[in-house]
């Protein structure tokens, strides 16, 4: 079935690190070999060999709209009929930063960047320049891409290969990171009691995506807001995943917290490299050229990317089908449950807007430390079930699933349909490892 994907494997293994271009690509922690995907039109992607999956993955979170639509495709081209790069400044980086600056309240000025990465890495760099202090603090499994300061206790990637943090970070450069547990309020209040003077910004996925879906609990992210303004930190929402995917206006418009500075990517490109900080004027004004605080990109603000943006933008805003989301996706949710329950299969699920996860433990868990508890030998079984049954979901415990606009209920139900029959077989002793 996936024989042609194989061999295109060991052959990208020849000249590209690993096969890969991202690590949880190459599927290693499910003990398998990447797809090679052909093309994805809607719902569905089409690998080399020709099969045919109901696409849970979503580019990562950037397909909010399916793949490949068709309003997007043309909105797209006519950018690039005009020429793809020019280093010059367009109209089109206006366009994409009046409607980010309209959709959250938090931002007045926004910068574009080519990925999450870059931009939560200058957001750093920008919370440090603005207050003068060098430490910040993050929570053990939220992601902020794969920069120095960051990749200190970060989920997604390094939480499935059990790595705290990366070879080749100085930890002269980690010791200014100081991890705290989400949801662990009191946790924070001690740290801020010895380290609050020097702590320059807390940052956190307000939702957590990149140790599988975690929500805030009540008042947690109200406290952390108390906490940083009574100690002159900058509070930093890293809604990479979660802006214009839970709501056009992101978790902060849900929760209903101001943060000083949003980071944004994934569905603000629609598909293309594009992500972007925001904030009030005068935190943004310590950037470059304004400020002292330096940031650049070669690329940056690339017109047919700012084009796709603004396109998947612009249909978000006018369908606004965040409601239709919400409801498929937590009726997916409860009938695994469901499933689950009646074949005996220890699980929890959780979900918000059109993000969710299914974890092999009997409690939702509420940090990183619950989800280790997991049973991955049943996710392995599970990920290898669904997609051999044709449904495509991450390679691991610790993402989030998305479901897109074009997800149908026939979808759905076929995917039900294939968890039925994985259930039952787990339930009956029949495991693929
Ligand atoms: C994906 C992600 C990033 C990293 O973005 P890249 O474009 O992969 O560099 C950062 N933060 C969060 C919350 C993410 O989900």
Redesign the pocket.
Known sequence: MFDKSRELFEEAKKYIAGGVN?PVRAFKNVGRHPLFIKKAKGSKIYDEDGNEFIDYVNS??PAILGHADDEVINKTKDALDNGFSFGAPTILETELAKRIVRAFDSIEIVRFVN??????MSAIRLARGFTSRDNILKFNG?????SDSLLVGAG?GSSTFGIPSSKGVPVDFAKHTILAEFNDLDGVEEIFKKHGDTIAAVII?PVA??MGVIKPKDGFLKGLRSICDKHGSLLIF?????GFRLTYGGAQHIYNITPDIT?L??VVGGGF?V?CFGAKREIMKYLAPEGDVYQAGTLSGNPVAMACGIATLDILKRKNPYKDLEKNTSKIVSRIMGLANQYGIPASGESIGSMFSVFFMENKPSNYRDVQKSNLRLFTNYFIGLLERGIYIPPSQFESNFITIKHSLEDIENTLVAVEDIFKEIASGKFYV
Do not use: F, L, Q, R
């Open positions: 991202s990562w979170g990925s999450g990465t870059e931009a939560a939220c992601y902020h891409g794969h997604s996925e995506g990149n890293d809604e990479v995943m979660t980071v990517g994934k490299p992500a």
